[in-house]
């Protein structure tokens, strides 16, 4: 069986990305920083789906956590998720500089450094792919969530432009940006979305599915959704200053 690698796994989008996975009959290797909720996580996939689900419990924020994940990662993996991820409450300056310095490490450094762990076994072996979780806030850039998923958007594209010769398709990489999805991010980050009307809000599980396509038909950046593939095609021609201006700090996309 094909294994697949998820970070962030007990919960949200990852939540959905294990289940779908386990449903299409791929062994699972779940990261996440809370133990018990893992072990329940795993338990119940296996009993469900019957994949072996093996646990890394880890803090990606700390070396010692992306140092566990990067060197099981370089093993059996065909399929990289790097979803974990979350948001802070308040403008720039408003937010302690150790907890942005803490983002930019999950959200860029422990990308970088997966997506570099796992390549080459993918290469080897002439298969696998990544999906590196960004959001549609990378096109609308404010504050350190936007801009660390605009790296995100930007690495996942480059990387596979630098494979490209090596993988003949077979190995793939790409950004997953979508916008404001039924997760517990924005509960995490103590926002207030009320103001967001319904048709804005995503499913996790048509999510998933969109990228999974979008994978296999070697999509760079997928967007799930029509309306926000159009938020983010206007992006192209609405100046950044008033993008800036009109984005909302206290609002992040998951």
Request: aromatic content about 6%; charged content about 25%.
């Amino acid at each position: 069986m094909p294994t697949a690698f998820i970070t962030g796994a007990t919960a949200g989008i990852g939540a959905a990305f294990a289940r779908r996975l386990a449903s299409d009959g791929f062994d699972l290797v779940l990261l996440a920083r809370d133990a018990e909720r893992l072990e329940r996580t795993a338990a119940e996939l296996h009993g469900r789906y019957a994949v072996r689900a093996e646990t890394l419990r880890a803090d990606l924020s700390a070396e010692e956590g992306l140092a566990a994940a990067e060197e099981r990662v370089r093993g059996d993996v065909d399929l990289l998720v790097n979803n974990a991820g979350f948001g802070n409450k308040g403008v720039f300056l408003d937010v302690p500089v150790s907890d942005e310095l803490t983002m930019l490490r999950v959200h860029c450094e422990a990308v970088l450094r997966l997506t570099h762990a796992a390549l080459p076994g993918m290469l080897e072996r002439g298969r696998g792919g990544i999906v590196n979780v960004a959001s549609v806030a990378a096109f609308a850039t404010r504050g350190t969530y936007g801009a660390s998923k605009a790296w995100v958007v930007n690495f996942s594209q480059g990387v596979a432009a630098d494979i490209a010769p090596r993988a003949g398709g077979r190995v793939r990489v790409m950004a997953l940006c979508p916008g404001f999805v039924r997760t517990e991010f924005h509960e995490r980050a103590q926002m207030d979305m009320s103001g967001v009307p319904d048709f804005m809000w995503l499913e996790q599980d048509a999510v998933v599915g969109t990228a999974l396509r979008d994978l296999r038909r070697g999509v760079q950046v997928s967007v799930p959704s029509a309306q926000y593939k159009a938020i983010v095609g206007l992006t192209r021609f609405v100046p950044r200053a008033l993008i800036a201006r009109t984005s909302s700090a206290g609002r992040k996309y998951d």
